[in-house]
Structures are given as C-alpha cells and as structure tokens.
C-alpha cells in the first residue's frame, strides 16, 4: 500500500494507529511512504516503529529533485547526504532510492525504450544522486535491500542503461549501478502491460524488467480517478488488467510484491495528486474500492 505521511491531509488527521488498523483490515503488509529531508526521515521513523509493532513494513521511497545540480559529482554529493540520513533515522528492510525521475530525462513526448530518448547531461546527474543514495544508505546499513525507484510506463531505457553502464550517446564503459529489487508503476490509462503500446510499438513491460535479472515490485498500481464511477474503478483495480494480472504473472515474470496506490485520497492542490485513496480524504470513509481490495487480497495473498 502506498501512503503520504509526509505531505499533510488525511495522513496528518488519521494517528499512525488509525492507519495501522486500515491496513491490517486491508491485508497489506508493505507501506510505502516519502523521505525528502532529515525531518521527513525522522518523523517516518517514528510511524514505522508503530507499524512494525503491528505486522506491516514501512519503506521511504528517497525523493530528490536534479534541477539544480550542475553535474553527476553534485548529485552524487546530496544524493549521498540524503541516503545517510534516511538511513540513520531507522535501519528499514528496504529503502528506494527515487521516484519517476526518468520521467524528467525523456526528451520530449517519446516512450522512453531507447537509450537516445533521454537528455545526456540530465541522466549522469540523476545517475550520480542514485549512485550516492546508494552509498550513502550503505554507509549506514549494510543489509537493507535497495529498490531502485519506481520507474513508469516504458521508461525502462533508463533502468538498462544504468545496469550496463551505458549512456545516451551510446557510450560504453561508465559507473554501473547494482540494485535489489526493480519497482515499476502501472495505472489504468497504460493498459496491458505485457502490450504495452506507445510510439515504437508495442511492449511486453514485464519481460523487458525481468531481463534486468531482479525481483519485480509494482510498488504504484492505481486507477485513474477520472477513470469512472467508484464501481468501476473498483473493478477494474482487482480486474485482468491490474491486480488480477499481476498475480497471475507473478511466477512468469517474478513479481515479488504489488502495492496499490494508495490508501487516502490526496489533499485538494496537491501536484499530481488525486482522489486515488481507498479510503476519502477524510481518513475513515470506506470507498468501492476498499471492499474490493480487502475481498482480492484474501483470497490472493502474495
């Protein structure tokens, strides 16, 4: 399950007692939430010790912007920085080290599935505050496994340049980043993963992911909030094109966990936000799509 303790509404009205009762009702395990900053980190810390008590495992998800880092040592350098902290506020089982960045790299409205889609100069930054994050958790925690962040759509060109240590350009020979697990996001607007289509075709997302040679999270599966009415985003959450298929390719492709996003509905303002919540915005207010978790998870437990 996906949660924002960090960024205020539901989530600073509803106790972490409140939310740990939510989840055990729900049946997930796993909750993930944002880190940006030591204070971020440290109040996090506290709402996983809380769960942890009760049976559900809280991970950050290490968020970071590269607009203002001038080169790959800068992003290194606070990419770092941010790694230790996270870390040194609690040792978590696991830790993810960005969000969608590549999203910012894509030179202009391309899929993403080719090394030349993305911006050269961009992606050794974004390189370097992963790489640093990395060491910067490691320098603290040796044994918490590294997710490497949730990457979206048919983004995956990133992801294979940073395991082979290629570049844009084509370049060859460059810093390889090592990780434990790949995180990918998938919403209702994006269809059938495993036929996934965009400006160069048509592709098979979780094959492309698995050949990275790592567990498979989709740690954000969610419904479009303009998708339909609450009935119909219920269905189609547990449908053939989200959890139903996800389970049903878990040993195909080795998708270890699945994560619906998310457990309240976002603030009103909130960027890219939306009333995607399980529950509303006002911290107890059951929707659809609730029962439709709870029942799916019963009988589908991962």
């Not at 993403?112 to 911006?119: A, E, H, R, T």
């Amino acid at each position: 399950m996906n949660g924002h303790n960090n960024e205020g509404g539901a989530y600073d009205i509803s106790s972490p007692a409140l939310q740990l009762s939510q989840l055990q009702d729900l049946g997930a395990k796993l909750y993930r939430n944002e880190v940006y900053s030591q204070g971020t980190a440290n109040k996090l810390a506290g709402i996983a010790d809380i769960m942890a008590a009760g049976g559900v495992t809280v991970y950050p998800v290490i968020l970071m912007d590269i607009a203002t880092f001038i080169n790959e040592t800068d992003g290194y350098n606070a990419g770092f920085a941010l790694g230790q902290q996270t870390a040194s506020s609690r040792r978590y089982a696991y830790y993810e080290v960005t969000n969608e960045m590549e999203s910012a790299l894509l030179l202009g409205n391309v899929d993403g599935v080719l090394p030349s889609q993305y911006d050269a100069a961009k992606f050794r930054i974004l390189r370097g505050v992963i790489r640093g994050m990395i060491a910067g958790i490691k320098s603290v925690d040796t044994s918490g496994k590294i997710i490497l962040g949730g990457g979206t759509w048919l983004h995956y060109g990133f992801a294979q340049m940073l395991a082979a240590g290629t570049e844009p350009d084509g370049s060859t020979g460059h810093e390889v980043v090592n990780w434990d697990i790949t995180a990918w996001h998938w919403y209702s607007d994006m269809n059938d993963i495993t036929n996934a289509c965009g400006g160069t075709g048509c592709h098979n997302v979780l094959a492309a992911l698995q050949a990275l040679g790592k567990p498979i999270w989709i740690n954000e599966a969610g419904v479009r909030p303009n998708f339909g009415t609450d009935q119909q985003i219920a269905a189609y959450l547990v449908g053939n094109k989200m959890l139903a298929q996800f389970v049903t390719l878990a040993s195909t492709y080795g998708i270890e966990s699945v994560q619906t996003y998310q457990l309240y509905d976002d603030p009103a303002g909130l960027p890219g936000g939306g009333a995607y919540g399980l529950l509303e915005n006002d911290g107890h207010t059951q929707k659809d799509a609730y029962t439709a978790y709870k029942n799916f998870v019963a009988a589908h437990p991962m």
